[in-house]
C-alpha cells in the first residue's frame, strides 16, 4: 500500500481480495454467469475499485467480476484501481460507483443508509449529505429495513413488491403490512389506490372499519372520496359530521408533524427557528398529552354497550 497511489491501477490476486464490503450487494447468479462469459472472450474490460482497509484490499465495486474470475480457468488476478477511503467513505462510494450499470436495488441502498446511521453513528442529515440525497431519501430508506415487516421485505428483495408499494406499506403497524399487501395482490390495486386504502387503514377508529377497508378496498376508497367531496357522512348525526371533520383534519396536521419530526426533525430548523419554536413545541406536547388522555377516555367510553 506505500507505493500504491489513489487512481492507480494494478494486478491483484484473487484469493488477495477481500468481500467485507459485499453485503451490500445482493448476488444475482446469472449476472455472475454472464459476466464469467464476457471474461472468457474478452477479458477485463474495466478495473474493479478497491480500498485498503486492515491490511487487505476490500472490493467496493466489482463483486460480480471477482466472483466471475473464480470461475474462469486460468485467470487468478483482477485489474484494481485504489481509492483511499474510511469505512464511512467506502459505503457511500459503493452507492456513488453503482450509479452506472446495475443501479443498487432500494434495499442495497437501505442497507448502507442503516449502517452509516447505526453502525456508523451519523446523522440522517449527515448521511444524507454524505450520499448526496435528502433526508427524506435516508429516512425513507431506513424505513424499508426497520419498519417493514420480515414477509413483506423478502418480497421485496425477489422482486415480488414494488419499491413504490414497500413504501406505502411501510407506513403501516407491521401486523397490518401482511393484509393490505395481500389486499392489494388481490384485487390488483394500483399504487395510487394501495396510497388511498393505507391512509384509510391508518385512520379507521375501529375493527369493523378495518376489515371493510380490507374487505373491500374500492368501495372503500369510492365512500372515502364522497365523504371528502360532499363534506356529510349519512350515517352520522349533524353533530357528528361536525366532529368527524374537525378529527379528519386533526389527524391530517398529526400526521404531517409526525412526518416532519421523523424524517426531517430538528436538524432541519436553523438556531433562530429553535429559540421561537422551542416553547411552542414544548406546549404542543403538554397539550396533547391532556388531549391523547381525553381521546382515550372518550374511545373507552364509546366501546360499552
Not at 486460468?74 to 460507483?97: C, H, N, P, Q, V
Not at 446511521?117 to 426497520?146: I, P
Not at 404531517?256 to 406536547?285: I, K, T, Y
Amino acid at each position: 500500500m506505500d507505493t500504491w497511489q489513489a487512481g492507480q491501477i494494478r494486478p491483484l490476486l484473487l484469493d488477495d481480495l477481500g468481500s467485507h464490503f459485499r453485503r451490500y450487494r445482493f448476488r444475482v447468479a446469472q449476472a455472475v454467469d454472464s459476466m464469467a462469459q464476457s471474461l472468457r472472450r474478452w477479458g477485463q474490460c474495466a478495473p474493479i475499485v478497491v480500498c485498503w482497509r486492515q491490511e487487505k484490499a476490500e472490493i467496493l465495486d466489482g463483486f460480480t467480476r471477482w466472483e466471475a474470475a473464480r470461475q474462469v480457468r486460468g485467470m487468478t488476478s483482477l485489474s484494481a484501481r485504489f481509492i483511499e477511503a474510511d469505512d464511512r467513505r467506502a459505503k457511500a462510494a459503493i452507492y456513488g460507483l453503482n450509479q452506472a450499470g446495475r443501479r443498487p436495488h432500494e434495499l442495497e441502498e437501505a442497507r448502507i443508509v442503516q449502517a452509516l446511521v447505526r453502525e456508523d453513528g451519523l446523522s440522517q442529515v449527515e448521511a444524507a449529505e454524505l450520499l448526496g440525497r435528502h433526508k427524506s431519501w435516508v429516512c425513507r430508506r431506513l424505513a424499508l429495513l426497520e419498519k417493514l415487516a420480515d414477509d413483506v421485505r423478502q418480497e421485496l428483495e425477489v422482486g415480488l413488491v414494488t419499491p413504490s408499494a414497500a413504501r406505502e406499506i411501510a407506513r403501516l403497524p407491521a401486523g397490518n403490512q401482511t393484509d393490505a399487501l395481500a389486499v392489494a395482490r388481490r384485487d390488483a390495486l394500483s399504487a395510487a389506490e394501495l396510497g388511498g386504502v393505507v391512509q384509510l387503514l391508518l385512520a379507521a377508529a375501529t375493527t369493523e372499519q378495518r376489515d371493510y377497508v380490507l374487505t373491500k378496498p374500492r368501495q372503500a376508497l369510492r365512500d372515502s372520496a364522497a365523504v371528502q367531496r360532499d363534506g356529510w357522512d349519512p350515517r352520522l348525526s349533524a353533530l357528528g359530521n361536525r366532529v368527524s371533520r374537525q378529527l379528519a383534519g386533526l389527524l391530517d396536521r398529526l400526521a404531517e408533524m409526525e412526518n416532519f419530526l421523523e424524517c426531517r426533525g430538528r436538524a432541519s430548523l436553523l438556531a433562530q427557528d429553535r429559540l421561537v419554536l422551542q416553547p411552542v413545541f414544548e406546549r404542543l406536547s403538554q397539550d396533547a398529552a391532556r388531549v391523547a388522555a381525553r381521546s382515550s377516555e372518550m374511545a373507552l367510553e364509546m366501546a360499552k354497550p
